[in-house]
């Protein structure tokens, strides 16, 4: 089946442009992302794509990104989603129609690039990046230091995390060696736990991030050397405990929400061993100021009645917060013990969209709700129909103040990753389908696989 488009852009011999998308399960190297022809004189591109991977719809992006011609490794080529295409459509995605007029070929419209060329390969330059950290630092037994950022291959940030690598018996930290444009690159470092793996998010499954607001290194041609940081970075393994002044009722769990990394996540706190009233939570951190919530409950929605903080229990009472230092290695998150709430409510999370009319009423929702021995999974199997939009909300405080897990939260496995598209921010069934649904509150993510 030939996939064809129109672009104006005027390519220099050392670049492409490479299609990726459903049918190549979204490659972006130059094995994996599919090549885009020209027809000789015209602005048309084409690519091939063998029948067995076309389904009746599917979705793509266009980007630049080197050619062989580039002289560059192979590493360096394939898609980069700096230089990505627009459409005239508003979804970059194709129906395709195998017993149509003409089922070998499928017309994805007009592209155009808003940045139109490559940097010139001949004028890359060779960097190595370092992070120095503390000698008192601990970072723990089996996690990894990665840098995410701009100057990853194929467009960089979680599409390509660079793992650095200890330097000896020192606590300095390099990339690999690398070509790269004169300019300023944003960047984050990242402590992750093993290796990143392709069917999780990179952010979501860190377990700090060095600098969470995105810092900036220049890189200039003038050295090959190029420190991240002006100065070295601390972390450590450290204790946050809160401890209740009796047990908590029946089906309550704990978990700690703050900027340890992100607000996006929740920890699951655990009882101690021999105080079982005093629950714990180890994360890796950095020195400064930690704002936090303590939530009470069935799960860890901080729109939840029973949470808490340093002053006052209920509802939207604020946040508590902690100085990390170096005095010390455990860290209780109050000053005093907690009076757990006498019980909670029970809680769920719902499916709205057309078929409940997009009704608040749990009533009229389809209900996500609690797996048997996990806390922070919630499971729920749905039909949807073709055309379908909906998203997932937390039942807690109604339809205004609930969660709204709209597209960006969720993950569709590769049996269903062609059936669901984004609607601004719904989710939109393509293909009519059977699947389950599955929602992790440590990550806010829901995920989808097709029932077996």
Known sequence: VTLWWTSSVQLNDWESIWFTGSVNDWGLTSETALEA??????????????QSKMAASGTYKLALGYNETSGLDEQYLGVNWDYTATTTSSDQSYDWNKTGEDPQRVRLGEHEFSSTTTTDPATLVKVRFYVEFTDNSNIPEGCNVYLAGQMGKNGGWQNDPILLTKVGDTMKYESPEMLLAIKKYDFKTVIYKGTP???????????LQINTVDATVDVTGEQEEVDLYSAKQQVRMLTFTVEFTKALPE??????????????????MTPNAENP??????????????????????????????????????????????????TKTTYPLFKSKQTPPESIPKHSFIIVG????WSEETTKSERIFNATDNPSVYTLEFT??????????????????????????????DSVKSYFTSSGDNVKC????????????ETCKVTITKKA
């Open 430 to 441: 393509r293909t009519a389908c059977t699947v389950i649904l599955t929602f992790n509150v």
């Open 197 to 207: 793996k392709a069917d999780q998010s990179f952010w979501d499954n860190a377990l």
């Open 384 to 413: 949807f129909k073709s055309g379908d939009e909906f998203k997932v909300k937390s039942n807690v405080k109604g339809w205004n103040e609930g969660y709204n897990l709209g597209y960006s939260k969720f993950v569709f496995d």
């Open 37 to 50: 022809q020209n027809v000789e004189g015209t602005n048309v591109y084409y690519v091939f794509v063998a």
């Open 277 to 326: 009233l005093l629950y714990e939570a180890n994360l890796i951190t950095a020195n400064g100021k930690k704002e936090f919530k303590v939530v009470v409950g069935s799960s860890p929605d901080w729109r939840n009645p029973q949470f808490y903080n340093n002053s006052t229990n209920g509802p939207y009472n604020g946040n508590g917060s902690v100085t990390v230092d170096d």
């Open 354 to 357: 057309p078929s409940n009319d």
């Open 251 to 268: 089906g309550a769990h704990v978990w700690l929400r703050g900027n340890f990394i992100n607000w996006d996540g929740a920890t699951l």
